[in-house]
C-alpha cells in the first residue's frame, strides 16, 4: 500500500505552486504600498488561545479543533486561524507600546477538522490582515479597499462584497432577543445544530449552510434596524469610505461571521464561480478582542482570505502571471560544447534569464522534446558544428525560426532572448 497524505490535506505541485508564489508575491506587493508590515506567529498555539478568543460555541471550538496532548500533557492546538495568534503575539511582545496603529499582515497554513469537499479542507491556508489600535471608519474602508485591490491585482474582478454592521454591546442584545423571539417560533424548522446555537448565540444561525435553516433565516428581523446612532454613523461612515476609494458593495443583513468576537463592521467577499464554498474572504472588526485575551483596550478590524479558493478562481478563470520572461532551455551536445554551455547559462542567469540545462548527453532530437515539454521559448543550440563555426544558434519555439550569433557576443544573445 502506498503511503497517502493526511485526509483533507493536500499537496501542492510545482504547476499549482507558480501561482501560489504569484499570490504570494502580490500580497507582499500590494499590502507593501499600504504600508501594512508581516507578521509570522507558530503554527501550533496552546488551546487557550482559541478557547479564549473565538467563543465556546463557535462551530471551531465545538467540533473543529485540532486539539493534542503534548508529551508533558499540555494542550495545544493547529492554529485553525489566524486573528487569535495574531492578538496574543501583539499581546505578549507589547506590540502596542512599540506602535500604537499596527497594521499587520500574516499567512500561513490553518487547521480543521471539517468534512472534507471542494473549497473545504483540514488544512487550507489563510492570507490575512489586523489593524490594531483605531476604530476609525476609514480604517475598516482602507482594508476593505485593499483587499479588493489585491483581488483586482490578480485579475480577478467580479467578486461581491457584501458588508453589515453586527452592532455593539450596547444594541445587539435587543436584537439578539427579537432574532430569539423570532427563530424559536420556527425552531422545528431548524438543523440540530442550530437548535443548540438558539441558546448560545443565535446570531451564527444567520450563517448556517443548511438549506432549510437560510430560509429561516432570510425572514430573521433585520439587525439594521437596531442599530445604536454610534453603530449607525460608523457603518455609513464605512460604506462611504469604501465608496470614496473607488471599491463598489452591496449591504448585505445575512452577513454575520462565524466566530464570537466580531462587532460593528461584518463582510466577505464572494464569489459565482465556486458552488457552495462561496466565500472567498471574510473579516470584520472586533472591538473586544484584545481587551478578552487579556491585552489593553484596542480596537482592531481585520479580514481572512482563503488562499485554496482564490487559488481556484485563478484556475477557473486562467489566470497567471505574466512577466515572468522568456523562459530557456540550453541544448548543449557533446562535451566540450556542454562545458562552454554551464559557463553561458551562469551569465544568461545572472542577467534575470531563466534557464534550465540538460547534462545527460542526450542526442539533439530529445533535447528539442524536453525543450518543448517545459514550454521554453528559446532552444539554445551548441554542438560541435556550432562550437567549430564560433556560434550558437538559439530556435525560437514559438515562430519556428532559428538564428545564429557568435558565441563570443555574449551582449547580443541577451538581447536577442529579452527582445523576445
Ligand atoms: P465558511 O463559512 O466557508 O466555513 P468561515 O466563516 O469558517 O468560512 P473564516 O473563518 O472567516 O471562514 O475564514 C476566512 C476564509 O477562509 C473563508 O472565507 C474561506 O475562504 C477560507 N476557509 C475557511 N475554512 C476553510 C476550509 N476548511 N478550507 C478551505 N478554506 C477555508
Ligand atoms: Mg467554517
Request: glycine share 10%.
Amino acid at each position: 500500500m502506498p503511503i497517502k497524505a493526511i485526509k483533507g490535506m493536500n499537496d501542492i505541485l510545482p504547476e499549482e505552486a507558480e501561482l501560489w508564489q504569484w499570490v504570494e508575491s502580490e500580497m507582499h506587493r500590494i499590502f507593501g504600498l499600504f504600508h501594512y508590515r508581516e507578521i509570522r506567529t507558530p503554527v501550533v498555539e496552546s488551546l487557550e488561545v482559541f478557547a479564549r478568543s473565538l467563543g465556546s460555541s463557535t462551530s471551531i471550538v465545538e467540533k473543529e479543533m485540532y486539539s493534542f496532548e503534548d508529551r508533558q500533557g499540555k494542550k495545544i492546538v493547529l492554529r485553525p486561524e489566524g486573528t487569535a495568534s495574531v492578538m496574543r503575539a501583539y499581546i505578549e511582545n507589547h506590540y502596542d507600546q512599540q506602535d500604537p496603529l499596527a497594521r499587520l499582515y500574516y499567512h500561513g497554513p490553518m487547521y480543521r477538522y471539517e468534512r472534507p469537499q471542494k473549497g473545504r479542507y483540514r488544512q487550507f491556508h489563510q492570507i490575512g490582515v489586523e489593524v490594531i489600535g483605531s476604530e476609525a471608519p476609514m480604517i475598516d474602508a482602507e482594508l476593505i479597499h485593499m483587499a479588493d485591490y489585491f483581488f483586482k491585482s490578480l485579475g480577478i474582478d467580479d467578486l461581491e462584497l457584501e458588508i453589515n454592521s453586527l452592532g455593539c454591546m450596547v444594541c445587539r442584545p435587543e436584537f439578539t432577543d427579537k432574532l430569539i423571539a423570532y427563530l424559536t417560533e420556527y425552531k422545528a424548522d431548524l438543523c440540530e445544530d442550530c437548535i443548540r446555537r438558539l441558546g448560545k448565540n443565535p446570531l451564527r444561525i444567520l450563517d448556517c449552510k443548511q438549506e432549510k435553516c437560510q430560509a429561516v433565516a432570510s425572514e430573521a428581523p433585520s439587525i439594521q434596524e437596531f442599530l445604536c446612532q454610534n453603530c449607525e454613523e460608523h457603518f455609513d461612515d464605512v460604506l462611504e469610505g469604501i465608496g470614496r476609494f473607488g471599491s463598489s458593495y452591496a449591504v448585505n443583513t445575512g452577513i454575520v461571521r462565524g466566530l464570537d468576537y466580531y462587532q460593528r463592521t461584518a463582510f466577505e467577499f464572494t464569489t459565482q464561480h465556486l458552488g457552495a464554498q462561496n466565500a472567498v474572504a471574510g473579516g470584520g472588526r472586533y472591538d473586544g478582542l484584545v481587551r478578552l485575551m487579556g491585552g489593553p483596550h484596542m480596537p482592531g478590524v481585520g479580514f481572512a482570505i482563503g488562499v485554496e479558493r482564490l487559488v481556484s478562481l485563478l484556475k477557473e478563470k486562467s489566470l497567471t502571471k505574466t512577466d515572468q520572461g522568456s523562459l530557456v532551455f540550453m541544448a548543449a551536445i557533446g562535451t566540450a560544447a556542454g562545458n562552454k554551455a554551464v559557463k553561458l547559462v551562469s551569465e544568461l542567469r545572472k542577467q534575470g534569464i531563466r534557464v534550465e540545462m540538460s547534462y545527460d548527453g542526450k542526442g539533439l532530437k530529445s533535447l528539442m522534446k524536453r525543450s518543448d515539454r517545459i514550454g521554453a521559448r528559446y532552444t539554445l543550440i551548441l554542438g560541435s558544428d556550432e562550437l567549430d563555426k564560433g556560434v550558437l544558434a538559439i530556435r525560437d519555439m514559438q515562430e519556428q525560426s532559428q538564428v545564429e550569433l557568435p558565441l563570443d557576443d555574449f551582449s547580443s544573445v541577451v538581447t536577442h532572448i529579452q527582445g523576445g
